[in-house]
T-cell receptor, first 114, second 116 residues
Framework: AQSVTQLGSHVSVSEGALVLLRCNYS??????LFWYVQYPNQGLQLLLK??????LVKGINGFEAEFKKSETSFHLTKPSAHMSDAAEYFC????????????FGQGTTLQVKP | DTGVSQDPRHKITKRGQNVTFRCDPI?????LYWYRQTLGQGPEFLTY????????KSRLLSDRFSAERPKGSFSTLEIQRTEQGDSAMYLC??????????????FGSGTRLTVV
């Protein structure tokens, strides 16, 4: 069975600092991995995804994530935080190659301080 | 392409009443998903359709919940005899998919249900 663990329910950084949001997954099949962002009272927006191929994936708004199979990790990073990055971030793993169902982590709230 | 639309955005209902939500996916997407999200948690899978066929239903979905996608386009989610524990954000998403493909979802803005 697939599962996702996001380490740290709240992360606070200063504007301009590195953003690092941690995600570890468990999957019995080669995983498809996703990061979504959610702003208050809105749905989730896809930031980036890993399916196959290059393990470093780039997404929107300057975010990127690296798939590390040996560490079962898919951490999200951004070199320089902006105030507009403050939101909730969810890591997700595909539940299997045929369903499209995603299993989400519990989320990490990113606070950006001026 | 106007994205995934959900209606209504907010619904307040009395315990014991029935409610129905609607989701209009992106027109070329063959898969449609319903998720439930409570405060401080990630979305939890409820059910999904490929075209008009309901292919999977979570054990979270009690007999009071039913979903349809009659013509493979829009979908409805009905909750009968609502309970306070049903209060949550109900999210709809759509995607292209089939076999081993998974291109990621497009989510709607959700319907927030409050049962009083």
């Amino acid at each position: 069975a697939q599962s996702v663990t996001q380490l740290g329910s709240h992360v606070s950084v200063s504007e301009g600092a590195l953003v690092l949001l941690r995600c570890n997954y468990s999957s019995s099949v080669p995983p498809y991995l996703f990061w979504y962002v959610q702003y208050p009272n809105q749905g989730l927006q896809l930031l980036l995804k890993y399916t196959t191929g290059a393990t470093l994936v780039k997404g929107i708004n300057g975010f990127e994530a690296e798939f590390k199979k040996s560490e079962t990790s898919f951490h999200l990073t951004k070199p320089s935080a902006h105030m507009s990055d403050a939101a909730e971030y969810f890591c997700a793993v595909s539940a299997g190659s045929n369903t499209g169902k995603l299993i989400f982590g519990q989320g990490t709230t990113l606070q950006v301080k001026p | 392409d106007t994205g995934v639309s959900q209606d209504p955005r907010h619904k307040i209902t009395k315990r014991g009443q029935n409610v129905t939500f609607r989701c209009d996916p992106i027109s070329e997407h063959n898969r449609l998903y319903w998720y439930r999200q409570t405060l401080g948690q990630g979305p939890e899978f409820l059910t999904y359709f490929q075209n008009e066929a309901q292919l999977e239903k979570s054990r979270l979905l009690s007999d009071r919940f039913s979903a349809e996608r009659p013509k493979g386009s829009f979908s409805t989610l009905e909750i009968q005899r609502t309970e306070q524990g049903d209060s949550a954000m109900y999210l709809c998403a759509s995607s292209l998919g089939g076999g081993q493909s998974n291109y990621g979802y497009t989510f709607g803005s959700g319907t927030r249900l409050t049962v009083v």
